[in-house]
């Protein structure tokens, strides 16, 4: 008798043992298929969180650079900024490209950390080797004519294209730039992800996309040829707070603003 209850033990302790492991590996399969979504929606938050610093960052510093400077159109641009491309697809600098952006820059700055400053054409800094839009179209071609300013935060303003000539009016566009909220450095480099577009107006920094017909064509994966896409995200990320464009196609400002919600 005392042999069959030893067995009996031994039995259980064997299917007890069975259905533990048996656990774990539903727990495990459970964790590999919900950790990387709860890990991706943690990082677009944060990225959320950067882009509506970046932008009451940038509103700051310009309304300190008007008050110390003056109205746009006095700070001394030259003509328009203008670029070429020549017949191998590089992009050649006309106009007063670059030392437009130099000056937007110098009177922009002093209320930013700047820590390093790589501006058009210089060639003893640090350049990415790509860029990409949202559907992901390289910009390798553009590299060379932007800007690129480190800020102590890690981010990395992008560019300074200076439209002064069509700024006379309280909502014409002056110029535009973009940021790279975790750094050049780091990837994905990508307009929508990581790079956000923001227009200089008089008086105002505003973010791309605000326009429903902007973000429509502007902020879509499925706009494969639009060279311009990831450009109208900005304004949706800092309303929103969400980057679920990166997940459904189907978004709109009159409707949709969540991939969760209902048509």
Same mark, same amino acid.
């Given at each position: 008798?005392?042999?069959?209850?030893?067995?009996?033990?031994?039995?259980?302790?064997?299917?007890?043992?069975?259905?533990?492991?048996?656990?774990?590996?539903?727990?495990?399969?459970?964790?590999?298929?919900?950790?990387?979504?709860?890990?991706?929606?943690?990082?677009?938050?944060?990225?959320?969180?950067?882009?509506?610093?970046?932008?009451?960052?940038?509103?700051?510093?310009?309304?300190?650079?008007?008050?110390?400077?003056?109205?746009?159109?006095?700070?001394?641009?030259?003509?328009?900024?203008?670029?070429?491309?020549?017949?191998?697809?590089?992009?050649?600098?006309?106009?007063?490209?670059?030392?437009?952006?130099?000056?937007?820059?110098?009177?922009?700055?002093?209320?930013?950390?700047?820590?390093?400053?790589?501006?058009?054409?210089?060639?003893?800094?640090?350049?990415?080797? =790509?860029?990409?839009?949202?559907? @992901? %179209?390289?910009?390798?071609?553009?590299? +060379?004519?932007?800007?690129?300013?480190? !800020?102590? /935060?890690?981010?990395?303003?992008?560019?300074?294209?200076?439209?002064?000539?069509?700024?006379?009016?309280?909502?014409?566009?002056?110029?535009?730039?973009?940021?790279?909220?975790?750094?050049?450095?780091?990837?994905?480099?990508?307009?929508?992800?990581?790079?956000?577009?923001?227009?200089?107006?008089? =008086?105002?920094?505003?973010?791309? @996309? %605000?326009?429903?017909?902007?973000?429509? +064509?502007?902020?879509?994966?499925?706009? !494969?040829? /639009?060279?311009?896409?990831?450009?109208?995200?900005?304004?949706?990320?800092?309303?929103?707070?969400?980057?679920?464009?990166?997940?459904?196609?189907?978004?709109?400002?009159?409707?949709?603003?969540?991939?969760?919600?209902?048509?």
């Amino acid at each position: 008798m005392r042999n069959f209850f030893t067995r009996r033990q031994k039995y259980t302790h064997a299917f007890t043992l069975a259905e533990t492991l048996i656990t774990l590996v539903i727990i495990g399969i459970v964790a590999a298929l919900t950790i990387p979504t709860v890990v991706m929606k943690y990082k677009e938050k944060v990225t959320v969180t950067k882009v509506k610093k970046a932008y009451s960052m940038l509103n700051s510093a310009y309304k300190m650079a008007l008050v110390n400077n003056g109205e746009f159109n006095t700070w001394g641009f030259g003509e328009e900024s203008t670029f070429e491309e020549d017949d191998d697809g590089n992009t050649i600098l006309t106009g007063s490209t670059i030392p437009n952006t130099q000056l937007f820059w110098e009177k922009l700055t002093p209320s930013l950390n700047i820590i390093e400053k790589c501006m058009p054409e210089q060639t003893n800094c640090y350049r990415p080797d =790509d860029l990409y839009n949202l559907n @992901g %179209k390289s910009r390798k071609g553009e590299i +060379n004519k932007y800007a690129f300013l480190t !800020l102590n /935060n890690g981010m990395t303003l992008i560019g300074g294209w200076v439209n002064n000539i069509s700024c006379q009016k309280k909502n014409d566009v002056c110029a535009d730039f973009s940021i790279d909220v975790n750094g050049i450095q780091n990837a994905p480099n990508s307009v929508g992800q990581d790079i956000f577009y923001f227009y200089v107006y008089p =008086d105002r920094i505003e973010p791309l @996309g %605000k326009d429903p017909d902007y973000f429509l +064509n502007n902020c879509n994966r499925t706009k !494969l040829s /639009n060279t311009q896409n990831g450009y109208g995200c900005t304004a949706w990320v800092i309303q929103n707070e969400n980057m679920d464009y990166l997940h459904c196609d189907d978004l709109s400002w009159e409707g949709k603003h969540k991939c969760s919600d209902k048509n």
